[in-house]
């Protein structure tokens, strides 16, 4: 039996859209607080529902990588941040073990004021890595990045392919059990790509997990073990990559394309 | 299943397509795959205080670096490097003998030299007014940084009220190089010294760490903070003593927590001037703790929600 890294339970996230373009401001809050209304209430006053997930249930097993696919907005990107921690569920919940390290979007909190040096250290505690592990490392994670020249220099010039090598290198260091990473690998070059798939692969053979998400279904291909087809944030199919649901995904799309 | 509810039940054997095992290509897992670390659950409950407290020991080096930085780019490219640190506040301290001392007249009436005095309230006033907005403004300035990754989000406006702290603490030679031009030498109350520095510590964290909550989501906090440390300067007795206030009027201004540090600052280095202000410091400890246990409360309630409310 294999160990269950990940198990995302019933994940739900609700979003308020606010059709009146009002800022949320200390008056409202304050009246809020006076009246004794809550946020609930104010959804009652014509500002509609959102759900960006809704009842997602998806387990991740030790060793697996599971590809999200789907249309923008989708909530592919939502249930990342979630199980990165960095938004909360409305509701379900995941149990996760073992380390998380994600790289979302571009800069992956990075800073841009601090050079790359610095970033490394700094991205490294944020991945809960101590610095005296990312010293040992640093001419690893500097040789795979590609950026030396660069490494003293503000990571605010360099650019976005620079940026996404040394997130890159980083996460890639800090002995994550479980790597999260959102299309970011798609700034960087035909090499960058070939040598972080290369390296994502041999992660996986030896129990790291992952979750991806991929606009490109020869990454997904490649990569992945598990595909989860997410669609107007509910999760639609997933299973095995050879369960043919990445050919329906694609048929689906190019019958999009092709409808007038 | 519940927001709150941290049950984990033997959950969902049937979810469809998930069988295992056999996928051609793959090293089946065996048994040397690396140990996992116990399971985390991440629900829509707030964390309680004291898995807080522990996820802020474990991320420590976060604010480490980011104090280190701060500190960095402040002195970087000043050509009187840490000299800046007491020039402010000397200068603070001149300006207000002269004012307050000399021109109001205060001076006569003090037992002990009047720029001393002065010290005792323009160092803990530099702290005060320099670490609030600093706080304040932390959490909406590392906004790209939060959006991206998870670390407990009070460590960046901890780091940056520590920052100010270090200042404060080294300003202190002011007072010291004062004592030796008046060759003057503090009393026993001395020893409380440390206390009422501590005090004002976590008073400065509580407030810089609540209002970068408050100030990521109401604006409304960047245009009052300002305004309130400009009026607050002259509610707090920084250039004349806590004494000149009408005697009927002092329950009143001792509720800014800052007279109670301030006239204990003067007591414990002044050989007791004045006698003790129990009053002003038993009101000043009271509002430090509430504001304290507020913000904390306020936190925790907050920190995950703090990208969605930005």
């Given at each position: 039996m294999t160990n269950t890294v990940m198990d995302v339970v019933d994940l739900s996230k609700r979003y308020a859209l606010h059709?009146?373009?009002r800022p949320d401001s200390l008056k409202s809050w304050l009246s809020n607080l006076a009246w004794g209304a809550t946020s609930t209430s104010r959804d009652a006053k014509g500002d509609e529902e959102f759900w960006a997930l809704r009842d997602v249930s998806l387990q991740l097993h030790q060793g697996e990588c599971l590809a999200l696919i789907g249309k923008?907005?989708?909530?592919k990107s939502t249930l990342l941040k979630i199980l990165s921690r960095i938004i909360p569920p409305t509701a379900g919940h995941i149990v996760v073990r073992g380390r998380v390290a994600s790289l979302l979007?571009?800069?992956?909190?990075?800073?841009?004021?601090?050079?790359g040096r610095e970033n490394i250290f700094l991205n490294g505690a944020m991945l809960g890595c101590p610095s005296r592990t990312i010293r040992q490392r640093l001419d690893s994670i500097v040789g795979f990045s590609g950026v030396e020249r660069f490494l003293?220099?503000?990571?605010?010039?360099?650019s976005s392919g620079m940026y996404v090598r040394l997130a890159y290198a980083v996460a890639a260091h800090v002995d994550a059990d479980i790597l999260v990473i959102d299309?970011?690998?798609?700034?960087?070059?035909a090499d960058f790509q070939r040598q972080c798939y290369g390296h994502l692969e041999s992660q996986f053979g030896r129990g790291v997990s992952g979750i991806i998400v991929s606009h490109s279904v020869d990454v997904v291909r490649r990569l992945a073990s598990h595909i989860a087809w997410m669609d107007g944030g509910r999760l639609r199919d997933h299973g095995?990559?050879?369960?043919?649901i990445l050919e329906q995904y694609e048929n689906s799309h190019s019958g999009e394309r092709d409808s007038p | 299943m519940n927001p709150g509810d941290k049950h984990l039940d033997p959950?969902?054997?049937?979810?469809?397509?998930?069988?295992?095992?056999?996928?051609?290509?793959r090293p089946s897992p065996a048994s040397e795959l690396p140990a996992l670390p116990p399971s985390r659950l991440i629900d829509a409950s707030a964390p309680s205080l004291r898995g807080y407290w522990h996820e802020l020991f474990a991320f420590r080096e976060v604010a480490y670096m980011l104090i280190r930085r701060d500190l960095i780019v402040r002195f970087r490219?000043?050509?009187f490097g840490l000299a800046w640190l007491l020039f402010k506040p000397l200068m603070l301290m001149a300006v207000m003998s002269f004012a307050f001392?000399?021109?109001?007249?205060?001076?006569?009436?003090?037992?002990?030299?009047y720029p001393l005095m002065i010290f005792c309230g323009v160092i803990p006033w530099y702290f005060v007014s320099n670490a609030v907005p600093d706080g304040m403004v932390s959490l909406r300035v590392h906004i790209f940084v939060i959006q991206q990754t998870y670390f407990p989000r009070a460590l960046i406006p901890i780091a940056a009220v520590f920052v100010d702290a270090i200042e404060f603490v080294v300003a202190w030679l002011l007072f010291v190089m004062g004592c030796i031009w008046f060759a003057y030498l503090p009393g026993w109350?001395?020893?409380a010294f440390p206390l009422f520095g501590l005090q004002l510590l976590v008073l400065c964290t509580a407030l810089g760490l609540w209002l970068a909550v408050l100030n990521v989501r109401f604006r409304d906090i960047g245009n009052l903070i300002p305004f309130l440390i400009t009026v607050g300067f002259f509610l707090t007795p920084v250039g004349y003593?806590?004494?000149?206030?009408p005697e009927q009027w002092q329950p009143l201004y001792a509720l800014n927590p800052l007279v109670g540090v301030i006239e204990g600052f003067r007591w414990s280095l002044l050989r007791g001037l004045n006698g003790f202000p129990l009053g002003a410091v038993a009101s000043s400890v009271a509002i430090t703790i509430a504001v304290t246990l507020l913000a904390v409360r306020h936190l925790l309630a907050t920190d995950r929600h703090l990208v969605d409310l930005a």
């Amino acid at each position: 039996m294999t160990n269950t890294v990940m198990d995302v339970v019933d994940l739900s996230k609700r979003y308020a859209l606010h059709h009146r373009q009002r800022p949320d401001s200390l008056k409202s809050w304050l009246s809020n607080l006076a009246w004794g209304a809550t946020s609930t209430s104010r959804d009652a006053k014509g500002d509609e529902e959102f759900w960006a997930l809704r009842d997602v249930s998806l387990q991740l097993h030790q060793g697996e990588c599971l590809a999200l696919i789907g249309k923008n907005g989708s909530g592919k990107s939502t249930l990342l941040k979630i199980l990165s921690r960095i938004i909360p569920p409305t509701a379900g919940h995941i149990v996760v073990r073992g380390r998380v390290a994600s790289l979302l979007e571009i800069g992956t909190g990075f800073h841009p004021d601090l050079t790359g040096r610095e970033n490394i250290f700094l991205n490294g505690a944020m991945l809960g890595c101590p610095s005296r592990t990312i010293r040992q490392r640093l001419d690893s994670i500097v040789g795979f990045s590609g950026v030396e020249r660069f490494l003293d220099t503000p990571v605010k010039r360099y650019s976005s392919g620079m940026y996404v090598r040394l997130a890159y290198a980083v996460a890639a260091h800090v002995d994550a059990d479980i790597l999260v990473i959102d299309e970011v690998l798609a700034v960087g070059d035909a090499d960058f790509q070939r040598q972080c798939y290369g390296h994502l692969e041999s992660q996986f053979g030896r129990g790291v997990s992952g979750i991806i998400v991929s606009h490109s279904v020869d990454v997904v291909r490649r990569l992945a073990s598990h595909i989860a087809w997410m669609d107007g944030g509910r999760l639609r199919d997933h299973g095995g990559i050879g369960s043919g649901i990445l050919e329906q995904y694609e048929n689906s799309h190019s019958g999009e394309r092709d409808s007038p | 299943m519940n927001p709150g509810d941290k049950h984990l039940d033997p959950r969902r054997q049937d979810v469809p397509g998930d069988e295992h095992g056999g996928f051609p290509g793959r090293p089946s897992p065996a048994s040397e795959l690396p140990a996992l670390p116990p399971s985390r659950l991440i629900d829509a409950s707030a964390p309680s205080l004291r898995g807080y407290w522990h996820e802020l020991f474990a991320f420590r080096e976060v604010a480490y670096m980011l104090i280190r930085r701060d500190l960095i780019v402040r002195f970087r490219q000043t050509y009187f490097g840490l000299a800046w640190l007491l020039f402010k506040p000397l200068m603070l301290m001149a300006v207000m003998s002269f004012a307050f001392g000399y021109l109001a007249g205060f001076q006569e009436r003090q037992s002990a030299p009047y720029p001393l005095m002065i010290f005792c309230g323009v160092i803990p006033w530099y702290f005060v007014s320099n670490a609030v907005p600093d706080g304040m403004v932390s959490l909406r300035v590392h906004i790209f940084v939060i959006q991206q990754t998870y670390f407990p989000r009070a460590l960046i406006p901890i780091a940056a009220v520590f920052v100010d702290a270090i200042e404060f603490v080294v300003a202190w030679l002011l007072f010291v190089m004062g004592c030796i031009w008046f060759a003057y030498l503090p009393g026993w109350q001395v020893l409380a010294f440390p206390l009422f520095g501590l005090q004002l510590l976590v008073l400065c964290t509580a407030l810089g760490l609540w209002l970068a909550v408050l100030n990521v989501r109401f604006r409304d906090i960047g245009n009052l903070i300002p305004f309130l440390i400009t009026v607050g300067f002259f509610l707090t007795p920084v250039g004349y003593p806590y004494a000149a206030v009408p005697e009927q009027w002092q329950p009143l201004y001792a509720l800014n927590p800052l007279v109670g540090v301030i006239e204990g600052f003067r007591w414990s280095l002044l050989r007791g001037l004045n006698g003790f202000p129990l009053g002003a410091v038993a009101s000043s400890v009271a509002i430090t703790i509430a504001v304290t246990l507020l913000a904390v409360r306020h936190l925790l309630a907050t920190d995950r929600h703090l990208v969605d409310l930005a």
